[in-house]
């Protein structure tokens, strides 16, 4: 299955900033997936992201908010921007496991934002 | 409505016995996937196991097993021989055909008494 590299693994960012979340993955997948996670909370999808097209965002989620890069079929950035307390999150990338003959959708580490 | 749907919000097991992990779900796709996923404090999410809803047999991986109950729409998971590392949060989720993101039930969270 693919092995997915996410940073920063944690970081404490002031109001009004934008932080920014890279996943590097071992393989070429054609999908990858960002969550977020808000404290107590189960995963919620922010968005999807193909290679070479828009990302498609869920309801509740803007593009203006959470900018999404997909460069290559191995690398994909999420921006959290104008940051408020609320963002504070965990945010996590994910791969879909089919295009490895898989079934466990793997995931990175995640990124825990606090936004003070 | 909700999708999937886990009722404990907390259990607790004695180490060394088995427990089950309940999870409901709904859905009108006829081909659908059911994962079930544990996260540690350290908040990675881990996979566990995986059942197809065409698999006729219960998927099991190690100590894990699915208690796959297609009519009554129910994927329950049991732990057996409960370890002290297995205390986390426990995520039930399903992939539809026609979506190709899992969706989440709210987690139960297990604690494993020594």
């Known amino acids: 299955s693919a092995v997915i590299s996410q940073k920063p693994s944690r970081d404490i960012c002031q109001r009004g900033t934008s932080l920014t979340i890279q996943c590097q993955v071992d393989?070429?997948?054609?999908?990858m997936f960002w969550y977020r996670q808000q404290p107590g909370q189960s995963l919620t999808l922010i968005a999807t992201a193909n290679q070479g097209s828009e990302a498609t965002y869920e309801s509740g989620f803007v593009i203006d908010k959470f900018p999404i890069s997909r460069p290559n079929l191995t690398f994909s950035t999420l921006t959290v921007s104008n940051m408020s307390p609320e963002d504070s999150s965990i945010y996590l990338c994910?791969?879909?496991?089919?295009?490895?003959?898989?079934?466990?959708?793997?995931f990175g580490s995640g990124t825990r934002l606090t936004v003070v | 409505a909700q999708k999937i749907t886990q009722t404990q919000p907390g259990m607790f097991v004695q180490e060394k016995e088995a427990v089950t992990l309940d999870c409901t779900y709904d859905t009108s796709d006829q081909s659908y996937g059911l994962f079930w996923y544990k996260q540690p404090s350290s908040g990675e999410m881990i996979f566990l196991i995986y059942q197809g809803s065409y698999d006729e047999q219960n998927a099991t991986e190690g100590r894990y097993s699915l208690n796959f109950q297609k009519a009554r729409k129910s994927a329950n998971l049991v732990i057996s021989a409960s370890q002290l590392g297995d205390s986390a949060m426990y995520f039930c989720a399903m992939r539809e055909r026609s979506r190709r993101q899992l969706t989440f039930g709210s987690g139960t969270q297990l604690t494993v008494l020594p």
């Open positions: 994910s791969v879909d496991p089919r295009t490895q003959g898989g079934y466990g959708y793997t």
């Open positions: 393989s070429q997948v054609t999908m």
